[in-house]
């Protein structure tokens, strides 16, 4: 099975969570920069709020996917705000994506806010949610 983790990240926080994804599942985590390029059956997507929304680059991210991605597993961090993974997929059933159910959200450090988020007990819950994601689609 075709996994791949893609994350929007510009404090540093998705990106440790896609880190410990791609620890978990063996699956290197890239930046959205990097374009799906194979049938996928799981991608694992994640980002956070910029200005009350998702980043315009990952609506751009989201657009660019096409029928080579069969399912989507939404993860993100913010400091404030816990609505990103429903953002994100109402992006993804516009292009009619299958999105899964379960999602994750931690808090993410922002400034003075949530220092040392995502900590240990994220990561280990993060590789959990991954470990289940892959299990149910077996």
Known sequence: MKIEIRYLSKSGNTK??????????EVKALDISNNIKEKTAILFLGGAYYGF???????AFIESLDDKVKKVAIFS?????????KRIKKHLKRKNIEVIDETFYCKGEY?????????????????AFAS???SNLS
């Open 111 to 127: 400034r003075n806010t949530n220092i040392g988020k995502p900590d240990d007990n994220d990561l280990t819950n993060i590789k």
């Open 132 to 134: 289940m994601i892959i």
């Open 77 to 85: 961090t913010s400091a404030f705000m816990k609505g990103v993974p």
């Open 53 to 59: 929304d998702i980043d315009k680059e990952l609506k």
């Open 16 to 25: 440790k969570l896609a880190d410990a994804i791609g620890e978990e599942l």
